[in-house]
């Protein structure tokens, strides 16, 4: 797989994400993670955790597929409690980095109301582009 950061000339550098990865390989397509285990229990109902086992669900799905968490090129997060998200912003980027190491795709995120499964503090889906 090949991939190119894009930043465009002149703009500010994205801090913990990338504006544009150009990427050549095939795609897998990772649907909404949640913070439930594989048996889909959850272990836990604080945000850190549940943030930290939905992007594990996510890196087992890639390393499944023949990837790994560096053939992710986009992120998309659902989360139900932006102020929660945004005062645990050190504990994020420490969770972040214990699965996903220094790998920054491009990411959106979204606040959003409510998720199906009640207990869900967020979900988060994903985009991999692996080897061919």
Known sequence: MTTINVQPEGWKPAKGYANGI?????????GGQIGWNARQVFE?????????????????????AGGDVTNIVRLTWYVTDKQEYLARQKE??????????????????VV?????EDEALLEIEATAVLPT
């Open 92 to 109: 994020v980027g420490a969770a972040y980095r214990e699965v996903m190491g220094y790998h920054f795709p491009a990411m959106t995120m």
């Open 22 to 30: 150009l990427a050549e390989g095939r795609t897998l397509y990772v």
């Open 44 to 64: 836990t109902h604080d945000f850190i955790g549940q943030m930290t086992q939905a992007l594990r669900n996510i890196a087992d799905v890639v390393r499944e």
């Open 112 to 116: 959003v109301s409510a998720l199906v």
